[in-house]
């Protein structure tokens, strides 16, 4: 055993006094040990960890109620400490470390008393890739370890890799009481450590999802010269058998896995799957973007995934081989035992348990699964996984896409000028809320790159990492941006989405090419009409005018409200973008 990792769980179990210490092999036989143990003997709120779900038709699945304060990220008690406020910058909270130790020490001091402490040793990215990161956490809830092993590489094996090296990554992870008011995630990203207590919900627990793939990755990538994003990474075959690679980064519940797994309705086309929602993104040596996906599995949100709108997850779900399947915040039929979620199927189930356990009636404004309610399934049961899936070196980018959530003013799809003018559009982005986060739905909020609650640094100085990214490119992918949910003036969607926007895709990949005609407007390019694939497309002309417009006269207030989210970063502040504002305000003008 390496002596260095001993060391630290033996300092941990110090502080948080567990009955006992399991360190985890990463077996099969593991898993369903410890999913028996969730719920047979392990307790949440007085409630088993785990319940079993129908096993012929959800083979290896299990469901997962977690405590109804606890079913979010909690963005307002999520710290990155560096040891100066500036180095976190504005966009994130700061507490300086030796405070956020004595703060955090007293929070878990005793927090696993009666509970055991799994050791979780795991690896981000193919363990044979010279960009693998180590990584051991421990917690005290199978939940957590369970999913761990879904969404990462963990095995025994990883101890031998690490060796006596003590600069793997912690994360230290305990449930505690689940207290609200004692809980923090906090990360460290001077010391590759991640300290989280009084949360047992993914984003905040399952400490390789965004706390180490995003938020400390993104720190390591700006020292070390690569990026940490919160990206898909998809392969598009076309009918002659060429497969062109994109990266696409979207706010949480956006669309991400949807656009991940798509199913073509243009014959020939098929989207090849490599990750739904993190990519490690690097300079080849050839000049090119090449993307990397560090985890192994889908931690997806639940309504509104179905055979109508992504049937490869559906499929993904209710294959049971590899791993267990578990099921967060679900309702469930009573009738048949399976999990159900809005938009699973057109009605409610007649007898129907909603997310707490309680039978359900359905009433206006009240949903018998959360709206964040989720599925951690493993990425190799997905029939649509490339097979670069596992390529150490991961894929070259020929595409970056950009977008969030917008009802007006940001077309269907949009190409920037240049790499500049990329970055500073997607510094610009905007969504509209989701539940995915601990705050108010359907406010406009800035999200650039879809990375705000997640880079681990100054976002003025990560513009500027993107800015020197692209002059190490020798052949840079060209940016883009989309917006699938743009409505018209009775609310209603203009676009019909899901299988249809291999159609935008069709367009992306041709226009890096340089094979596909556009149309200039003050903001980008626009697909020509004519370039555009619309053959077999049931949507009125009109629509489709309206949802590549540009309505310039309502972009002034969007300007203003940007460079107001700018001004929040200073100094930091790339100056490349004041020609870029310059630039896009005289255009407005004329």
Known sequence: ?????????????????????????????????????????????????????????????????SHPSDVARTENLTFVCHSNKETSGPNNNWMAPD???????????????????????????????????????????????????????????TLERIGNRSDFIKGLHSIGDLNPERRRIMHFPEENLIWSIGSGYGGNALLGKKCISLRLASYMGYKEGW??????IIGVEDPNGKVDYLVAALPSACGKTNLAMLRSTLPGYKIWTLGDDIAWLRVGQDGRLWATNPENGFFGVAPGTAMNT?????????????????????????????????????????????????????????????????????????????REFNNPEGVPISGIILGGRR???????????????????????????????????????RDPMAMLP??????????????????????????FFVNWFRKDESGKFLWP?????????????????????????????TPSLSSFETEGLNIPAENLKKVFSVDEGKWDKEL??????????????????????DILEKKLKT
């Open 1 to 65: 055993m390496a002596k260095a990792i001993e060391k630290w769980v033996d300092e941990v179990a110090q502080l948080t006094e567990p009955k006992q210490i399991y360190w985890c092999d990463g077996s099969d036989e593991e898993a369903h040990r410890l999913i028996e143990k969730g719920i047979k003997e392990e307790k949440i709120d007085g409630k088993p960890v785990f319940y079993e779900l129908n096993q012929k038709n959800w083979p290896n699945s299990y469901l997962h109620r």
């Open 99 to 157: 405070e956020a130790k004595k703060l955090l020490t007293g929070l878990s001091k005793g927090s696993m008393r009666g509970r055991t402490m799994y050791v979780l040793p795991f690896v981000m990215g193919n363990p044979d890739s010279p960009f693998a990161k180590f990584c051991v956490q421990v917690t005290d809830i199978t939940y957590v370890a369970v999913s761990m092993r879904i969404m990462t590489r963990m095995g025994k094996d």
């Open 560 to 581: 203003q409200d940007a460079e107001a989210f700018f001004e929040k970063f200073g100094k930091h502040m790339p100056k490349e973008f004041n020609r870029e504002f």
């Open 310 to 386: 992504n049937p490869s997850m559906i499929e993904t779900l209710k294959v049971g081989t590899f791993y267990p399947t578990l099921f967060t915040n679900t309702g469930v039929n009573t009738d048949t035992n399976e999990p159900w979620w809005e938009g699973l199927s057109e009605d409610y189930p007649a007898n129907l348990l909603d997310w707490q356990g309680n039978k359900f009636a359905a009433k206006e404004g009240k949903n018998a699964a959360h709206a964040n309610s989720r599925f951690t399934v493993s990425i190799k049961q997905c029939p649509t996984l490339s």
């Open 454 to 479: 997640f880079c681990g640094y100054n976002m003025g100085d990560y513009f500027g990492h993107w800015l020197k990214i692209g002059k190490k490119l020798q052949i840079p992918p060209k940016i």
């Open 497 to 525: 989405g899901y299988g249809e926007n291999i159609r935008v895709l069709k367009w992306i990949i041709e226009r890096t090419k340089n094979q596909a005609e556009s149309t200039e407007t003050h903001i980008g390019l």
């Open 227 to 232: 990026l940490a994003e919160h990206m898909i």
């Open 407 to 445: 009802s007006s003013l940001i077309p269907l799809v949009y190409e920037s000028f240049d790499w500049k003018h990329g970055v500073f559009c997607g510094a610009m982005m905007g969504s509209e809320t989701t539940a995915a986060a601990t705050s108010a739905v359907g406010q406009l909020r």
